[in-house]
């Protein structure tokens, strides 16, 4: 199921975008130099929003351990997390972000 989650100018280049949508897993939108990438939004280590953490250089480290995530590939990067995020496809439809969310 595809879902426009927010608008494009919600997410500067730099910064990242939390998004909660109702019957969802909570996502947060990355924009890694005019690209976007969008993952979990819960820490596989703990649970902790990583919306709440620090992005910077491709990586979103956790506010609670300071693990940290590849926002391209959702793997761990940094100790203590091992276990990767989930990841979402993304794209851009006008002035919307559009993500395909995997539904069983």
Do not use: W
């Not at 949508?21 to 939004?41: C, R």
């Not at 819960?42 to 902790?48: D, E, L």
């Not at 506010?63 to 203590?80: I, N, R, Y």
């Amino acid at each position: 199921m595809k879902k426009a989650v927010c608008k494009v100018e919600d997410v500067p280049v730099g910064r990242m975008h939390p998004v909660d949508l109702e019957g969802l897993p909570p996502v947060v939108i990355f924009n890694l130099d005019g690209k976007y990438y969008a993952t979990s939004n819960i820490c596989t280590h703990a649970v902790a929003r990583l919306s709440d953490g620090f992005f910077e250089d491709g990586q979103i480290e956790c506010p609670l351990h300071s693990g940290c995530f590849d926002v391209k590939t959702g793997e761990a990067t940094e100790f203590p997390c091992e276990i990767p995020l989930q990841t979402f496809n993304i794209e851009v439809d006008g002035d919307n972000l559009v993500v395909e969310f995997v539904v069983s």
